[in-house]
């Protein structure tokens, strides 16, 4: 393994865990070793057929081709309180993607529409509660660029109509797939971003050119007063992410130091 290397990012990480620094509080974060090292997950042990190793060799000791179960046949609509089918999942998001909702907000990229982040089965109404007959509704949930707001609008599945839109400032949930892949490829572009760069040829030898070449994981960040740069100060207010690259089939890469500012599409660096 190479020896350790002090840039203006930060190392390749060796080891199983990291400690993720935040402002006032220590955040404990673990990472996987070998487990994911091939980019699927995990290692071998655990994928295709489930029945002990010793059940599984064949006569002579010879180990038997792999069996995949197929996935069971998902209803197009769900019951009382089943998980969201794929169908109704889809339907939803439709629903919810009014005409208003599109033209007026702004997504990640800074295109028309607020950035999609996902929906769930929302919780029952209290007169509801004891109903088996009562309607499944679900939240759906973006994130407005335009003015750093969280819209949840909720949709009755049995009548296909939105029911109540909420909007909050100051909330922050979990960063989307998309918002990651923007925060990675906003940081590669920026001049902080040279020492991942650095990291990612020493690792593979190549050069580093976009988001899809990492496995990505994050956190919201959020500011504490006095403990970063101005240019961070908004964090909270404003949709702020922090990346845990991994090169794919390769090692973690250290980045905790840098703060992507999405609302504002800037980088900033803490410490």
């Known amino acids: 393994m190479r020896r350790t290397v002090h840039r203006h990012l930060g190392k390749v990480v060796a080891g199983a865990a990291i400690a993720v620094a ?7 974060i673990t990472l996987p070793g070998s487990a994911g090292a091939d980019g699927r997950g995990g290692t071998g042990a655990g994928r295709g057929d489930a ?12 180990v038997r081709p792999g069996v995949v179960e197929r996935a069971p046949a998902q209803g197009a609509k769900g019951v009382g309180r089943d998980p969201l ?16 909702l599109l033209t007026a907000g702004e997504n990640v990229e800074g295109g028309r529409g607020p950035q999609r982040l996902g929906a769930d ?7 509801e509660l004891d109903d088996p007959a009562a309607p499944r509704r679900a939240d759906v949930r973006f994130y407005d660029y335009k003015d750093d707001s969280l819209v949840t609008r909720t949709v009755n599945l049995d009548t296909g109509r939105v029911e109540h839109t909420g909007v909050q400032h100051d909330v922050q949930p979990p960063i989307s797939r998309a918002e990651m ?25 190549k050069d580093l050119t976009s988001a899809g070449q ?9 500011a504490t007063p006095g ?9 909270g207010r404003h949709r702020c992410v922090r990346l845990f690259p991994k090169v794919r089939n390769g090692p973690w890469i250290d980045s905790r130091d840098l703060v992507i500012d999405l609302s504002t599409r800037t980088v900033g660096k803490l410490g």
Not at 121 to 127: F, G, I, K
């Open 227 to 235: 403990a970063q740069p101005a240019v961070l100060d908004a964090c």
């Open 22 to 28: 935040g402002t006032a509080v220590m955040i404990g």
């Open 121 to 127: 089965l929302a919780e029952p109404e209290l007169s």
């Open 181 to 205: 892949t923007q925060a990675a490829d906003l940081l590669i572009a920026d001049p902080l971003g040279a020492g991942l760069k650095a990291d990612y040829r020493d690792a593979t030898g």
């Open 214 to 222: 990492f496995l990505l994981s994050s956190m919201v960040y959020r």
């Open 51 to 62: 029945r002990p190793a010793a059940d599984a060799a064949g006569p002579g000791g010879a």
């Open 85 to 100: 089918t794929d169908d109704e999942l889809r339907r939803v998001e439709h629903i919810a993607e009014s005409r208003s």
